[in-house]
């Protein structure tokens, strides 16, 4: 008498659908995934519907992978139901894990990003002012859409998170390992990040060309320069996350000779990827002079939007003060 | 009887753009009277690129879509070299062109054997349960599924190496790529190509086998549910062909005369977006025309993108092999334009066999290995458009920036939105056709999915590996809410 | 909260060895001074980790100090300068956040400087005072109420 197959649930919130790729990226090795489980719902690709979520039994599917950040109200009702249904839940991809690059959106609001979609662009041509609304009548039928939120939220700013599986999007070798540690039952303790807890410099290729005492004396932005493929890019003086970033990605984009964003998000001990990178880069700079700190500091254009660049829902602060955006 | 209101709501819809859900309004007769595709998603790339550095984008704006990130990626990195004015190296130009290549075959070959195909593959009235990648192995061997698999890995690998990693490229800098190519991967990619030219062929024969030959199926493709006459948009090059990486844009009318050419950087003079309260997308138009409304025939000013819109908007494909089946299509279907919405599918095909036979060319010149990958900006950077075409129709970036390359103001104009008045049409014309009397059937579901899947939406993806097909509820209701009745596709 | 008008909530990271001891004289010589710091003693300045100031700010401080020794004088050399660079380019930062430069402060104050550590507590109250409350609400959620 065979056990019943695990179920196991896919869904998408403020989505590329990178992750659902990510899935598919598996190949071959997907076939043995789909013999060992059950999957019952997944929006991109079967025909389950949201009732049938809601018919099943509470902890009923074993676990739900929820891919994207949560920013309208539809999302956010599907991720609790997830959350009722699911034993467990896995925050896949860095847009659930850290809020990712929609996260972005929190240097703005709804209604700057209402406006300029609908309003100031310059191929839009919207001379009544129509913008979407959560119900409007057209010829006589109510048609809704679901809210859009001033804020960016991490799944677990949302709901209770057992596991995440980091990365934009997460390599085939943690997903694979994330989905064989679940179907074997040996998780590490709840609340893990299902990555090695070190950071990128650990494993990059290119840490033993770091100088004993690295410095930068001027930084330097990809376009303006040849990159050395084989020298540490903060050596050059190119930002590169990989000291506050997690390892486990494979330094793929290190590989394509360009420096790494930050999307592993940080190890364990750190609660700030974006300010622990700040920490750093200051350390690192190559004068105590105050006039060349300033002008040095000037060269780093948009140090929010960099040091953040995948994390900032998660971060200390979230977003930036509504009263400052006009 | 009389006072009822009846609302079918289709939510969500699957294997589509992300999260969208169709209301279908019947009238007293049970006809229907008004149909709408609802897209309830929204992230606000435009607002958010503000304020980054502009280098930076060809990593944030590909996020917009995990299918398509390529074509966000290369039309952003020529919007920057755009705001930088200065242009890729030989090289670094042959090297975008072969990842772009490689792309639009292995995304092309997806679609039709895991998403849209089923439907021609398989047969609209084949039982759901084998409408899927599963059914089209058992129809065309299970040589031709594995073969499917292996070209779209190798051809991902290629990406992979040139570009770090194929979800989300990396490798695009202004005036150049960040990674070039050694004598040995040259030679290993260019048998890659050389199996995708012959695996593209193998999937024209195949469609030939199930489709062309089938009676059946060739009715439902020229058949009237299935027809929109609209305008069509598409990237030529200087001989008209068809291109996919640049050249101008090329505008055909209903009756596929030429009705405007313009170079990227001129696009807000012939297209802007309509704006409805019932949805998040917008509906692009031709200015020149002015909105007027969902309609189709000679008055309207919507166009369509993607496969059959370039190979209409085009005098040809720019490879050999491709150009006889671009021939062979147009003879088969009644000259050009072709207006029969499902024959996207066919062109697709063609468009892949260009894509793989692009390929074959890239790599035999050997000059692809040259070390001269980069061009280093010396110009302030102020403005610039990028204009790619996208498996899914024409991209469109345009970024302005201060003269330190910041970032100020974006525009976007994503390559489905092009579609959506025209996908909004199709699915309200395909409900018509079919919903008659109140009487709603399995049948209806078929074909109100085959009415939106034929233009390959950006979000289609999951689907490639498993079984599936597009799950639809449909509910009646009556004025007072209650449910009259549900029909359930598993 | 005095008679309803706003009260600067300041929080103060003082290195031992200088600000600390200078903040010391200025009690012991029985300064007086505005009430409304909350001193946090760190051996140096140069361990004020950003994310400290980020946690105050978001916990209710309208305003965050950091005061260490003079450059030069940095009892392990070079703490105070690496707070100077993290101080910069954290302040510009924060601008992004729309949190106004002038609500982080940085400061040297040697331990015989009572008089100084009494001046930049008036000036740095006053300050805010003008400036009104941070009001950080990043943490509260719109969603919806259900």
């Known amino acids: 008498m065979s056990a019943a197959k695990p179920k196991v649930a896919f869904y998408w919130c403020s989505s590329c659908g990178g992750c659902e790729e990510s899935i598919v990226d598996l190949a071959e090795d997907i076939l043995k995934v789909v013999a060992a489980v059950d999957i019952v719902f997944w929006p991109v690709a079967l025909d389950f519907k949201k009732k049938d979520v809601e018919a099943m039994e509470d902890g009923s599917i074993a676990v739900s992978f929820i891919n994207g950040a949560v920013r309208l109200s539809e999302q956010e009702e599907m991720v609790k139901m997830l959350r009722k249904k699911s034993g467990l839940i896995v925050a896949h991809g860095a847009c659930s894990h850290l809020g990712g690059i929609p996260g972005l959106g929190n240097f703005w609001n709804k ?148 420096p790494c964003r930050g999307c592993f998000g940080p190890t364990d001990q750190v609660f700030d990827q974006g300010a622990k990178f700040l920490s750093a880069l200051a350390s690192i700079l190559d004068t105590d002079d105050e006039k060349e700190i300033e002008k040095i500091v000037d060269t780093i254009i948009d140090p929010a939007g960099t040091f953040y660049r995948f994390s900032l829902p998660s971060s200390i602060l979230r977003r930036r003060r509504m009263e400052a955006i006009k | 009887m009389s006072e009822m209101n009846k ?54 704006t590909p996020r917009i879509c ?9 039309a952003s990195t020529k919007a920057v070299d755009a705001v930088f004015h200065v242009e890729p190296t030989p090289t670094a130009r042959k090297l975008r062109e072969l990842v772009y290549n490689a792309f639009m075959m292995e995304d092309h070959t997806l679609h039709f054997f895991f998403l849209g195909g089923p439907d021609f593959v398989v047969g609209p009235q084949a039982p ?29 690998d290629i990406l992979n190496y040139l570009c770090g990693k194929v979800i989300h490229p990396v490798c695009g800098l202004p005036g150049g790529v960040s990674k070039g190519l050694d004598e040995e991967h040259r030679v290993q990619f260019l048998e890659t190509a050389k199996f995708a030219v012959e695996f593209a062929q193998f999937a024209l024969q195949a469609f030939d086998d199930i489709v062309l030959k089938n009676k059946e199926y060739v009715d439902i493709v020229v058949g009237d549910a299935y027809k929109m006459e609209t305008y069509y948009m598409g990237l030529v090059d200087k001989d008209n062909k068809v291109n996919f990486y640049d050249g101008d844009v090329r505008v055909v009318n209903t009756e596929g005369k030429e009705f ?30 002015g909105w007027k409304g969902f309609i189709e025939g000679k008055d309207t000013s919507i166009y369509r993108v993607a496969p059959l819109a370039r190979l209409n908007a085009s005098d040809g494909m720019a490879t050999p092999l491709a150009q006889e089946h671009y021939e062979r299509m147009y003879k088969t279907l009644g000259g050009k334009p072709v207006h029969n919405t499902l024959a996207f599918h066919w062109a697709r095909l063609i468009e892949a066999l260009q894509a793989a036979e692009a390929m074959v060319q890239l790599l035999e010149d050997k000059d692809i290995t040259d070390l001269g990958i980069r061009n280093i900006p010396t110009e302030k950077p102020d403005e610039g458009v990028g204009v790619i075409e996208a498996p899914r129709g024409v991209l469109i970036h345009h970024y302005k920036t201060d003269p330190r390359g910041i970032v100020e103001e974006t525009n976007l104009i994503v390559a489905t939105i092009h579609n959506s008045a025209a996908i909004s049409m199709s699915v309200e014309k395909a409900a018509k056709a079919f919903i008659k009397g109140g009487k709603v059937s399995e049948g209806l579901l078929n074909m109100a999915e085959m009415a939106f899947r034929p233009y390959d939406p950006c979000h289609a993806c999951g689907t490639h590996a498993l079984p599936g097909d597009m799950p639809l509820v449909i509910n009646i209701y009556d004025k007072d809410k209650e449910l009259v009745k549900q029909l359930k596709r598993d | 909260m005095t008679n309803g008008a706003f009260e600067p909530r300041l929080v103060g990271f003082l290195c031992n060895w200088c600000s600390y001891t200078g903040a010391d004289l ?82 040297w104050v040697s331990a015989a400087e009572g008089v100084k550590f009494q001046q930049v507590c008036n000036e740095f109250t006053e300050q805010i005072r003008k400036l009104g409350p941070l009001n950080w609400n990043g943490g509260k959620h719109e969603r919806s109420q259900a």
């Open chain 1, 111 to 258: 209604e700057t990003i209402f406006n300029r979609s609908y309003l100031t662009t310059p191929s839009t041509d919207n001379p009544d002012r129509t913008v979407p609304l959560e119900k409007v009548e057209v010829e006589g039928k109510e048609l809704t859409l679901p809210r859009f939120y001033d804020t960016v939220y991490a799944l677990d700013q949302v709901i209770d998170v057992d596991y995440y599986l980091p990365g934009c999007a997460p390599p085939r070798d943690l997903i694979m390992n994330a989905i064989q540690a679940i179907l074997d039952g040996k998780l590490p303790p709840k609340g893990a990040v299902l990555s090695p807890n070190k950071s990128l410099c650990d494993d990059c290729g290119r840490n033993e060309s770091k100088p004993e005492k690295l410095v930068i004396k001027e930084i330097k932005r990809p376009w303006e320069v040849e990159m050395d493929p084989e020298k540490c890019f903060l050596a050059q003086g190119i930002i590169c996350m990989g000291p506050a970033t997690r390892t486990g990605c494979g330094e793929r984009c290190i590989e394509a000779n360009m």
């Open chain 2, 7 to 60: 609302r079918i709501t289709i939510d969500p819809i699957t294997r589509l753009e992300g999260h969208g859900k169709i209301e279908i309004f019947l009238d007293d007769k049970g006809d229907v009277e008004r149909a709408f595709l609802q897209v309830p998603e929204l992230r606000g790339f435009e607002q958010f690129a503000v304020g980054r550095p502009v280098e930076e984008l060809p990593r944030i």
């Open chain 2, 66 to 74: 995990g299918v398509c990130p390529t074509a966000h990626h290369m």
């Open chain 2, 128 to 156: 759901a349960a084998e409408r899927n990648i599963l059914g089209v192995i058992g129809k065309v061997g299970l040589e031709i599924g594995g073969k499917v698999i292996r070209v779209r890995r190798e051809c991902r």
């Open chain 2, 260 to 289: 405007a050419k313009f170079k990227p950087r001129d696009y807000l003079d012939h297209i802007a977006e309509h704006v409805e309260p019932w949805t998040y997308i917008k509906f692009p138009f031709l200015k020149k025309i």
């Open chain 3, 26 to 107: 200025a009690g012991t010589a029985r300064m007086v001074y505005a009430p409304n710091i909350r001193i946090i003693r760190v051996m140096c300045s140069g361990r004020v980790d950003p994310q400290f100031v980020l946690k105050a700010f978001s916990e209710g401080a309208d305003g965050v100090l950091i005061s260490g020794c003079h450059p030069g004088d940095c009892h392990y050399q070079e703490g105070n300068y690496k707070a100077l660079r993290r101080h910069r380019l954290l302040t510009r930062m924060l601008e992004q956040f729309g949190i106004e430069k002038e609500r982080f402060r940085l400061e």
